[in-house]
């Protein structure tokens, strides 16, 4: 149990709650990043914290700050948000793991 | 050949037994950083040939087994669907590369669909290597686009009112579909059922089913 008196330091604690509406930054650094472009400036829901904090493989595929953790969720997009011409039902659903640095509050 | 061969005194061809086609680029790059590696005494043939081996001993009848008892077994089902590695483990499963395992149940409501649309994600550990077709562009690119006319393309018709889920792999979480138990195996054992769990059902392309029994794979 948390001491009330206790703050925790920035990135210690998750951002994002279940529910919680986001959309992915839409940037294109140059290099290996794991959020495939075809979700970039999507919008979509936390649908799950992935815990603990995971070491960050972007950076650390680079040799930066290699063994860092970043917050990580599991995150719910409607196939109809990514496809303006979906063909199937509007049920349907994509889901997806991403770091918190590509997550943008809405 | 340096000398002819007596069992080869006849003239009948014989299948090549290696690809004559030139090593391509990543094959190529794949020896050089091995044997520098080795070179360097990095690493050793020895520690090469393992990891071969514990990649071989990681076969879909693994996942099956898990499948099986998951559905005789309701605490177990609970306890996979919370944290699929931790259960996995239970069976000895070892997850050599540190990922994650989330498992994702089939339902009347929910068919789940795994992909990895940036390489070839797939939960190693638990089904070895993934078929040749989950690594191609084509199933990687379409199954997110148009994942009911890849299934339909897999036989697999899914209804209108089934939410159908694709799960794209990416870092560090793997997935492996816990798909339905088929009607009418009320009385079949757990040897038995895991006999009707493919590969292809634990990615979500076929449903399980009676007549699909593990054969070529």
């Known amino acids: 149990m948390s001491d009330p008196g206790v703050v925790p330091a920035l990135g210690e604690v998750p951002l994002f709650r279940p529910g919680d509406k986001i959309q992915v930054s839409d940037r294109s650094p140059i290099g290996h990043y794991r959020v495939p472009t075809y979700l970039r400036g999507k919008q979509g829901s936390i649908e799950k914290v992935i815990e603990p904090a995971l070491v960050d493989n972007e950076e650390e595929g680079y040799g930066r700050n290699a063994g860092s953790k970043r917050h990580y969720y599991r995150i719910s997009f409607a196939m109809m948000e990514l496809w303006q011409d979906y063909a199937g039902s509007p049920h349907d659903g994509l889901r997806i793991e991403m770091f918190e640095s590509w997550l943008e509050r809405i | 050949m340096a000398e002819p061969d007596r069992h080869h005194d006849h003239d009948h061809p014989h299948a090549e037994t290696a690809s004559p086609a030139r090593p391509g680029y990543y094959e190529i790059m794949e020896t050089a950083v091995r044997e520098l590696l080795v070179e360097r005494k990095l690493i050793g043939a020895d520690e090469i040939r393992h990891q071969i081996e514990v990649i071989d001993s990681r076969t879909p009848a693994l996942g099956a087994k898990i499948v099986a008892r998951a559905w005789v077994d309701p605490a177990f089902r609970a306890r996979l669907l919370a944290d699929g590695r931790a259960a996995c483990e239970e069976f000895g499963v070892t997850f050599y ?25 797939y939960p190693r550990p638990v089904l070895g290597l993934p078929p040749d077709w989950y690594k191609l562009k084509p199933y990687r690119a379409r199954a997110v686009v148009e994942p009911r006319a890849v299934l339909a393309e897999f036989g697999t018709a899914i209804p209108d009112d089934v939410e159908v889920r694709v799960s794209d792999s990416t870092a560090a979480v793997r ?18 059922l895991a006999a009707l769990v493919t590969r292809d059902t634990m990615i979500g392309v076929t449903p399980a089913g009676v007549e699909a029994r593990r054969t070529a794979q």
């Open chain 2, 97 to 121: 590369d540190d990922t994650d395992l989330i498992v994702l149940e089939n339902t009347e409501k929910v068919h789940n669909l795994i992909v990895c649309t940036l390489c070839s994600c």
């Open chain 2, 175 to 192: 997935y492996l579909v816990l798909p339905m138990r088929p009607k009418g195996t009320e009385n079949y054992g757990e040897e038995e």
